[in-house]
């Protein structure tokens, strides 16, 4: 069976008596309630206050020149998801873009690298929630990551609409705490703009070391990662109104707003640190309080705190939505896609949600470091593929599709294929091997079921109520 692009059958998306087949996304929120939710995935305060301070360990003042850039290779990689996503607009995110422009085995490739994310990262970023609440009591770190992804799963249950509100009001706190810092450090400023691309950080010994260009570029991989959160638009697609034309203005929003939010307070960080040392150590915490005083610090850390926990909503929302529409798309054994394509009574995939909220608990009790490293690989891997997907999203049928399309094709996708793949190089060995073996077993299951079956498997669709 070819990658052809189909609406889903009706009877297997309407809402029925029977509890079997997979049900139909409720389309409830507009480009506002999106970009809430989108900017809650890629969390501004959290990444400024967890993220950032390794770059100004590694790359001291060059840290606000390396997010500038790394947002500005940012812009291609949303022109991809823009494009893709408003062509196929799906729940399955970047596996159904891939798989029906690239072919079924490269979009089933990507799924399960999408599926180490999904199971992987929320625990990790959960289990920071304890070091921002220490200002009012000491928490063991693993026990209130447990807690977080389990709060993240119950609100997952929830209605969309009802989550928009939930997470734009943690937002707006997140978004406050950032504008204090930009501020405290402006108002405090040791240095001048000259400073943002003097390329200097400390080294041992007390002394000043120079940061060289090859540094920098290495340090795009985390700069990429710091503002890249948009995706959570393609995977609410389904659920947004009329997503022909709002998946791309939430993604280019969401990429704009999140990179002026970290961006400027790192700027005034760097011109506000007492001295290099200071910047270099990255204690932001400490910075704030030096700035004011330890009310205002705690403030900003418990606004911290609730940006993690925003963060843990928004990906479990996010990550229950793949995993439903794996199961409409046939990936797994018939009692399985049943179980994950339940819909409850306000209309989340509530199996879903839990497969995806419950053992992330779990994983809080587990050593997460390794498997972390190979999530890097396999997101990077994930964006390659969709650039190389966004190279073919204009031959065929799909060139007279209705779909946004992106300015300076196909330059766009090919700058952004030559980055990151020059970041796969940058990787660990171990990481490398250990995605490549997951890729391995995934490819086994590939040509012993689902290949075989394709007739009836891994037909990736779309809804039938898809606007121009």
Known sequence: MTDTLRPVE?????????????????????????????????????????????????????????????????????????????????????YAMVSTLAGRLAGWLVFVMSLLVVMVVPPVIAMGTADYLTPIVHLDPAMTGAAVMLLATLAGLLDLRANAWITGIFLVLEVVAAGVVALLGFAHSERGVDSLVSMQVAGSGGHTDTVTAMLVISGLAIALFATQGFSTAVYLSEELENPRRNVARTVLATLAISAVIILVPVVAITMGASDIKALTEGDLSGMVTAWSNSAVGTFVSLCVALAIINAGIVMVIQNSRVLFASARDKAWPEPVNNALSRLGRFGSPWVATLLVGVPGALLCFVNLDTLYGVTGVSVTAMYLLVAVAALLARRGAHRHQAAWRMPLWPAVPILLIVVLVYVLTLQEVSYLLWTGGITAVATVYWALYLRPRRDTRWLVSLPDDVQD
């Open 10 to 94: 009706a009877s297997t998306l309407e809402v029925s008596d029977s509890p079997q087949g997979p049900q139909k996304l409720k389309r409830s929120i507009g480009v506002v309630g999106g970009t809430l939710l989108t900017l809650s995935c890629v969390t501004p305060a959290s990444t400024l206050f967890v993220v950032i301070p390794d770059l100004f360990g590694s790359l001291g003042t060059a840290t606000a020149l390396t997010i500038a850039i790394g947002s500005v290779l940012c812009i291609a990689v949303a022109f991809c998801y823009s494009e893709l996503g408003t062509l196929i607009p799906s729940a399955g995110g970047e």
